[in-house]
C-alpha cells in the first residue's frame, strides 16, 4: 500500500541523470509517485532550460527512450524542466513543445494531433511577462492509437471540475494532471491555483475519483482510501499559495498502470533522490513527478 510518508536521511544517487543540478534550488519540492518497474533503465534529466532539454530528448530518443513525466519551475529568469526518460514504444516520434502560451501550444498540439500524435503529459509554468498567466509545456508522441483527446485549460478548480464531469461523461479518462499557483490580487500578494489536464478515449470505462485540494494529511486519508478500494494513482498534482505549506490533489481510477504504489510527500530535491534510489532497490520506476517552489511572502 502507498504511504505519503516521511522520507529517510540521504544517500548516494542512483537514479541515472544525463544532466545533474550543481546546485539544486534550495526553495525546490519534489513529489513522486512510483508504481512497480525496473527503474534502472530510466533516465533523469534535470534542472535545464529547454533548449538543452531538446537536444537531450533528439539523443535518447536514438536509444528508445521517450519522455514519461514532464515537470518545469522558475529559475535564473527561465523555465527550468525535469524530465523522466524511459523505454517506450515510437520513442522517435516524440515532440516535446516547450513554454508556450495557450493560444500556440494548443496550434502546435493540434498538428501534432492531426498527424497522428498524442500529448503523454502537461506541465504549467508561470508567464514571464505576467505571474498571472501560465504557460503550457508536453510531450507528444505516435503510437498511442487515434482516440479523441482534450486539454482542458489552465482553471479554477470548480471550471476544472465541471470540465472533467463532462469529458468523463463522454468516455473519457484522465491521462495527465498539472497545476500551478498564480498571482491573483497584487496589492495583497494573494495567489490561487489553477489546474490542466488531459483526457483521452481508449483508456477503458473504470471508475475515477478527484481528490479535490488538500493539506497533507487530507490528501493522505483520500489516498488510504481508494486505494484500500482497489483503486490507484492516475495523476496528481502540488503547489503552494502561502509559500511554504504543499497543498496536494490528484485523481484515482482503475484504469491505465495498476500495481503496487508509493507516493511521497513534498520534498526538496536530495531527498527525493535518497527516496528514489531506496524504491528502485525495491523494485520500482518512477511513474510520476511534479515540482514546485516555495517562496517568501511579503505582506
Keep these: ?80 524542466f525535469i524530465a523522466v526518460f524511459e523505454p517506450v514504444p515510437a520513442a522517435n516520434t516524440g515532440m516535446l513543445i516547450l513554454s508556450r502560451t495557450a493560444e500556440n501550444f494548443y496550434q502546435a498540439g493540434g498538428e501534432l494531433h492531426k498527424g497522428g500524435s498524442r500529448l503523454v503529459d502537461v506541465a504549467l509554468s508561470l508567464d514571464p511577462k505576467s505571474a498571472k498567466k501560465v504557460r503550457y509545456s508536453g510531450y507528444w508522441r505516435q503510437g498511442l492509437g487515434n482516440h479523441a483527446q482534450y486539454l482542458t485549460p489552465a482553471e479554477s478548480w470548480s471550471e476544472y471540475s465541471a470540465a ?35 483526457w483521452s478515449g481508449g483508456q477503458g470505462n473504470g471508475a475515477l475519483w478527484l481528490v479535490p485540494p488538500s493539506n497533507g494529511p487530507g490528501y493522505t486519508a483520500k489516498l488510504n482510501q481508494h486505494l484500500g478500494a482497489g483503486l490507484h494513482s492516475v495523476a496528481f498534482a502540488a ?41 528502485v532497490s525495491q523494485g520500482y520506476r518512477l511513474a510520476d513527478i511534479a515540482v514546485y517552489k516555495t517562496f517568501t511572502k511579503i505582506d
Design 239 to 279: 503547489y503552494t499559495l502561502n509559500g511554504s505549506a504543499p497543498v496536494y490533489t490528484g485523481a484515482f481510477g482503475a484504469h491505465g498502470s495498476g500495481g503496487t504504489e508509493y507516493s511521497s510527500p513534498a520534498i526538496t530535491w536530495n531527498q527525493f533522490l535518497t527516496e528514489h534510489q531506496k524504491r
Design 1 to 80: 500500500m502507498s504511504r505519503f510518508a516521511a522520507v529517510l536521511t540521504a544517500l548516494a544517487l542512483t537514479l541515472t541523470c544525463t544532466t545533474a543540478f550543481a546546485a539544486p534550488p534550495s526553495g525546490l519540492r519534489v513529489v513522486a509517485l512510483w508504481r512497480a518497474g525496473d527503474g534502472t533503465k530510466q533516465v533523469l534529466v534535470a534542472g535545464v532550460p529547454s533548449g538543452e532539454l531538446l537536444q537531450k530528448r533528439t539523443a535518447l530518443a536514438q536509444n528508445g527512450l521517450g519522455v514519461s513525466s514532464l515537470a518545469v519551475y522558475r529559475a535564473n529568469d527561465a523555465d527550468q
Design 164 to 198: 472533467a464531469q463532462k469529458h468523463f461523461g463522454n468516455g473519457l479518462r484522465l491521462v495527465s494532471f498539472s497545476a500551478i499557483a498564480v498571482l491573483d490580487d497584487v496589492q495583497n500578494g494573494t495567489y490561487k491555483p489553477l489546474f490542466s489536464s488531459v
